[in-house]
C-alpha cells in the first residue's frame, strides 16, 4: 500500500517555475515506478513525466521536455516535478501515480494512467498569461 499526499501548486505567471512534491507513505514506495499525470478542465488526464525506483530511468511527454525534470528521494520517501517556463497551456491539476510492480515494462507502459495502482488527490496549478 502507498498513501501519495501532493503539495507546492499555486497561481504563477507564464514564465515562471514551480516545484510540485509528492510525499509517500508505504513500505513498497522505494521500488516503485512513480508518475505524474495532470488533467485539465474538460480534458482527458495525460502523462508528464515518470521515473523508475531508483531514478535511473525518467521519460517525459513531449509537451513538457526541456522544461520539466522529474526526480526521487527515496530516503525522504518523496518524488518531485521541477516545471519551468510555464505556459497558460500546463494549467491543469496535477497527481502524483505510483506503479508497485518490481519489473520495469518500458516507458511506453506508464504512460497510461491505468497503469497505476495508487494516486494522489491532486495539486492545481494554474498558469495566467
Known amino acids: 500500500q502507498v498513501q501519495l499526499v501532493e503539495s507546492g501548486g499555486g497561481l504563477v505567471q507564464a514564465g515562471a517555475s514551480l516545484r510540485l512534491s509528492c510525499a509517500a507513505s508505504?513500505?513498497?514506495?522505494?521500488?516503485?515506478?512513480m508518475g505524474w499525470f495532470r488533467q485539465a478542465p474538460g480534458k482527458e488526464r495525460e502523462f508528464v513525466a515518470g521515473i523508475t525506483w531508483n531514478g535511473g530511468t525518467t521519460n517525459y511527454a513531449d509537451s513538457v521536455k526541456g522544461r520539466f525534470t522529474i526526480s526521487r528521494d527515496n530516503v525522504k520517501n518523496a518524488v518531485y516535478l521541477q516545471m519551468n517556463s510555464l505556459k497558460p497551456e500546463d494549467t491543469a491539476v496535477y497527481y502524483c501515480a505510483a506503479n508497485s510492480a518490481t519489473y520495469y515494462r518500458g516507458s511506453g507502459y506508464y504512460t497510461q494512467d491505468f497503469n497505476y495502482h495508487y494516486w494522489g488527490q491532486g495539486t492545481q496549478v494554474t498558469v495566467s498569461s
Open positions: 508505504g513500505r513498497t514506495f522505494g521500488s516503485s515506478f
